[in-house]
C-alpha cells in the first residue's frame, strides 16, 4: 500500500468524557415511596467526545481521543471502559489534579431522559495539553462538544480549529446546552474554520435566537459555517451548505432510551463525511445511526458497525413529514 498523503487517524475526537450512571424504572412517584426497586442501573462511560470516537471505532474509522479524566477510582473505571474500545488513546490525559463529572441519567418511559450533573473540578483538556502536532497525523478532527469542552470553550477551540485548517484537515463541531452560561455568541470565533457543524435544533435557537431551523442555519452559515447540520431529534435534520439545503426524514423505531442520538447521529455523519458520500447520503446515515441508538440503553450501546447501520436503512422506512 502506498504511503503517500497516509494519516495516523481517520479522526481525532476531542472534548469531554464523563461518567454516565443510567437508571432506568424511577419516576415521580418514587420519591414519595420508602424504597423503588429500580428497572436497572448501567455504569459506563458517557460525555459527546467519547461517544463518538466509541461509535466512530465500531463504524470502522481510525478514531482517537483527546480527552482529559481525573485520576481516582471514576477515571480508573472510565479508562477501563475505554480500552475496551476500538480508539486510540494516545492523547488522553489522566491526573490527579482534576475530578470528572458524573452525569446521573434518569430513564423515562417514552425514551426521554432527564440529566443530573455532579460536575467536576479543573476538567476538560485544555489546549496547553493538546499535542498540536497531532493535527499532521489526522485527516479529521471533531469538537464535542462546543460549551461543554470547559477550557477550551474560553478560546482554544478557535485556536484548535484555526490550526486544523491550516494543516487541511476537516473539521467537525458538535454542541450542548451552554451549562456554564458563557451566553450565545461564546462560540462566534470558532464558526469560521467548522466545516461542519451539528448542533440540535435546541442548540441552534439557543445561539441564533431564531426559532425556525431554516432561519438558525442561514444565521450559522452568515457568522462562519461551511454547513449547518441541525438535529430534529424524531423529525429527522435539516441540512443546509452554501450550494443546497433539504431535510431527512427520520426512520421509524419505538425508542427505547434516546441518550446519546445525537453524539451517534454526529458520528454516522463524519464517518460518511470521510467515506465520501454525498451530503444528503451523510445525513440518512447520520439519521439511521441515531436511530438505531435509541433501540437499546445507553450513549453508545448500539451500534456495532456500518453494515449493521447499512442493513437497517434497508429495511427500515422512514416516516414522511410535510415540513
Known amino acids: 500500500m502506498s504511503t503517500v498523503g497516509y494519516k495516523e487517524y481517520d479522526i481525532l475526537c476531542v ?22 426497586v429500580l428497572g436497572s442501573v448501567l455504569f459506563t462511560t458517557g460525555g459527546d467526545a467519547a461517544n463518538e470516537a466509541i461509535v466512530l471505532g465500531r463504524l470502522g474509522d481510525r478514531a482517537g ?3 482529559r479524566i481525573d485520576d481516582g477510582p471514576v477515571g480508573e473505571a472510565l479508562y477501563r471502559n475505554l480500552t475496551e474500545e476500538k480508539i486510540d488513546l494516545s492523547y488522553l490525559c489522566r491526573d490527579e489534579a482534576s475530578r470528572s463529572t458524573t452525569a446521573f441519567v434518569i430513564l423515562e418511559e417514552d425514551g426521554g431522559h432527564k440529566f443530573f450533573l455532579h460536575k467536576g473540578y479543573e476538567e476538560g483538556i485544555s489546549l496547553k495539553e493538546i499535542d498540536m502536532d497531532m493535527l499532521q497525523k489526522t485527516r479529521a478532527v471533531c469538537i464535542g462538544s462546543l460549551y ?3 477550557r477550551l470553550d474560553r478560546g482554544g477551540a478557535a485556536v484548535l480549529m484555526r490550526e486544523a485548517r491550516k494543516a487541511g484537515v476537516l473539521t467537525f463541531a458538535d454542541m450542548d446546552h451552554d451549562v456554564e452560561q458563557l451566553g450565545p455568541r461564546a462560540m462566534d ?10 448542533p440540535s435544533i435546541e442548540e441552534a435557537r439557543y445561539i441564533t435566537g431564531k426559532d425556525n431551523e431554516r ?31 433539504f431535510y431527512v426524514d427520520p426512520f421509524e423505531v419505538a425508542a427505547k432510551d434516546t441518550t446519546g442520538c445525537g453524539d451517534n447521529f ?16 451523510c445525513a440518512r446515515f447520520a439519521c439511521a445511526a441515531g436511530a438505531v441508538n435509541s433501540l437499546d440503553i445507553g450513549a453508545h450501546m448500539a451500534v456495532r458497525s456500518s453494515p449493521q447501520i447499512e442493513r437497517f436503512m434497508d429495511k ?6 410535510t415540513r
Open 316 to 321: 427500515t422506512g422512514q416516516r414522511k413529514i
Open 189 to 198: 470565533s470558532v464558526y469560521p474554520y467548522v466545516d461542519y457543524l451539528l
Open 266 to 281: 454526529t458520528a454516522g455523519f463524519i464517518h460518511s463525511v470521510l467515506g465520501g458520500r454525498s451530503l444528503y447520503e
Open 65 to 67: 481521543l483527546v480527552a
Open 215 to 245: 432561519d438558525a442555519a442561514a444565521e450559522l452559515l452568515s457568522r462562519g459555517t461551511d454547513t449547518a447540520v441541525i438535529k430534529l431529534g424524531d423529525k429527522g435534520c435539516y441540512v443546509r451548505s452554501r450550494e443546497e439545503e
Open 148 to 150: 461543554t469542552s470547559y
Open 15 to 36: 472534548g469531554s468524557c464523563v461518567q454516565d450512571i443510567l437508571i432506568e424504572g424511577m419516576g415521580p412517584d418514587s420519591f414519595a415511596e420508602p424504597v423503588t
